[in-house]
């Protein structure tokens, strides 16, 4: 069974940390469901464990935060709903990269929900969406911008942080870091795109579209 939460507000990072790991190891003892926890938090970048120094180009901007998950730096902050992933990957085939394909493949059934056709691209972690509108990049690489990022951690085998999706966040915050370290695209968001939606549509489509991936 999993057990879905939500916090209204702006959730301080640390506490969520903290929240998170109380929770994954109730989950390996076997005492608390399996949980998914949708949250927003104050502008903030995090690093994950492949985090390089030079993409972090606007250090004093916002708060930085070690997560400790997979992955390079991200930004968070109101208008973006995070959805923390408390599952047990041990009895859900103990295959990570299968995992956070699942997590892309829910992601991208979420947005079409709002008749946005979500990518994934090798190599490259998170959701991104094709910008034929918008010139190409100067190699001649068609533009895409990520609407989604994914960064997890496993401990005892049940996995934590997760997914965070643009609904409608303040584009120029993410200009401090190279977002996910991957340079040139952009990033977007579901009403950067010209869609009226707002975090509480966001949260339906992700309930919606759960059992549909995750069973």
């Not at 973006?80 to 047990?88: C, D, F, G, I, S």
């Not at 401990?155 to 643009?166: A, E, L, P, Y």
């Not at 340079?183 to 977007?188: A, S």
């Amino acid at each position: 069974m999993v057990t879905w939460l939500r916090s209204d507000g702006l959730t301080d990072y640390e506490i969520a940390l903290a929240e998170m790991e109380a929770r994954v190891a109730a989950i390996a003892a076997g005492q608390a469901d399996e949980a998914i926890w949708l949250l927003e938090h104050p502008p903030l970048y995090t690093a994950g464990t492949s985090a390089k120094p030079e993409d972090l180009t606007e250090p004093n901007r916002f708060p930085v935060f070690e997560a400790r998950r997979g992955g390079q730096y991200t930004y968070h902050g109101p208008g973006q709903r995070v959805a923390y992933v408390m599952l047990n990957v041990g009895q859900r085939g103990r295959d990570v990269r299968c995992f956070v394909r699942d997590l892309e493949a829910w992601v991208i059934a979420a947005l079409a929900e709002f008749n946005v056709t979500g990518e994934v691209r090798a190599g490259r972690v998170g959701v991104w969406v094709p910008r034929p509108e918008k010139p190409a990049l100067p190699d001649g690489t068609p533009r895409e911008d990520k609407i989604a990022a994914i960064g997890i951690r496993l401990r005892r085998w049940i996995s934590f942080h997760g997914v965070s999706i643009n609904v409608d966040p303040d584009l120029s915050h993410f200009d401090g870091i190279v977002p996910c370290g991957i340079k040139g695209h952009g990033v977007t968001s579901l009403v950067d795109l010209g869609l009226p939606v707002t975090i509480e549509d966001v949260d339906v489509a992700l309930k919606k579209t759960f059992g549909t991936v995750f069973g």
